[in-house]
């Protein structure tokens, strides 16, 4: 079986924009991506269908759609209308997840580039780099940089990357909530909340204060709205003495940066103690790739 992975991402800075008139926010991100990858098999089948498995509690799989509604089917219906195919063989897709569901960690999306490029091999598209972000980002907004991964700035609704030299090696202590945030339910609030928007600085800025190390690292247009909706988590962002937890894209994960593996292992140890649901992992260098 044709088989392709493809990394969960952290923002590492997150400024949002007004609403625009097409319905989309314009932001200024600094992408990074995770050593947690997702991986998507694919085979022909009779009809559309998605089975998920992973290293997640069963609650977290349940979430997944296994028909349709699934981001691999949607990939796989946006790659076959930009080839011109009207009829694509319907597939079977084996996705397994280490990325949590619903957890501002583009688990979904990194599904969506991995299946992209399973099908563009499954299928004979042949589509080269460039065409398939073009695809990837009719799909979603984090697809082309689950497709390209490492370090990136990502602008417009984050859909044009620029790739960023590699930041440096962190161990990455992800506090999952165990109830997922919908992405659109958090930017309504945050347009209830910033009619105007809440972005401060031009992608310009945002790259000379990232090289010249003086950038806001963590900062998170959605943090104020996904705590309006769920005020509880705040007190995720103190469960590491002396590490200042963040929150990635529209949360509800807190994650928290050390250079110090040990620190991390023992921040980790002793969430997990207290009955929180915790990944460790790493910063990963990988976009998608064929297995
Ligand atoms: P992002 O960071 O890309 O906005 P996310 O990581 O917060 O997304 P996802 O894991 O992509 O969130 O899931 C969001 C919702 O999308 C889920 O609750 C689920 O109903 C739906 N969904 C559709 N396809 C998938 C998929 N392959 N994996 C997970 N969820 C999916």
Request: glycine share 10%.
């Amino acid at each position: 079986m044709i088989s392709a992975s493809a990394p969960g991402k952290l923002n590492l800075f997150f400024e949002v924009g007004g609403l625009r008139p097409d319905g989309y926010h314009p932001v200024v991100s600094v992408y990074q991506s995770l050593a947690i990858r997702q991986r998507v098999a694919v085979e022909q089948n009779d009809y559309w269908h998605v089975i998920t498995e992973g290293d997640l509690p069963k609650s977290q799989l349940d979430l997944v759609p296994t028909d349709e509604e699934n981001l691999v089917v949607k990939a796989a219906l946006a790659l076959a209308e930009h080839c011109g195919i009207s009829n694509p063989q319907k597939m079977r897709f084996h996705t397994y997840k280490q990325v949590p569901v619903a957890a501002g960690l583009a688990g979904g999306s990194a599904d969506a580039a991995a299946a992209l490029l399973a099908l563009n091999q499954a299928w004979g598209t042949g589509l080269e780099s460039k065409e398939l972000t073009k695809v990837a980002a009719k799909v979603g907004s984090d697809v082309p940089f689950s497709l390209l991964g490492g370090t990136a700035l990502g602008v417009d609704t984050g859909i044009d990357l620029e790739v960023l030299p590699q930041a440096k090696e962190h161990h990455v202590v992800l506090l999952v909530s165990p109830i997922g945030l919908g992405t659109g339910s958090v930017f309504k609030k945050f347009d209830e909340l910033f009619p105007e928007g809440d972005m401060t600085l031009s992608a310009t800025q945002v790259k000379q204060q990232l090289a010249d190390g003086t950038l806001q690292l963590g900062r998170n247009s959605l943090t104020a709205p996904a705590l309006e909706l769920r005020p509880e988590l705040a007190s995720y962002f103190e469960l590491a003495p002396g590490m200042k937890g963040n929150m990635t894209g529209s949360g509800p994960t807190v994650y928290f940066l050390t250079e110090e593996a040990a620190a991390a292992e023992e921040l980790t140890a002793t969430l997990r103690q207290q009955g929180h649901f915790v990944i460790l992992t790493s910063f990963g260098t990988e976009g998608a790739k064929l297995d």
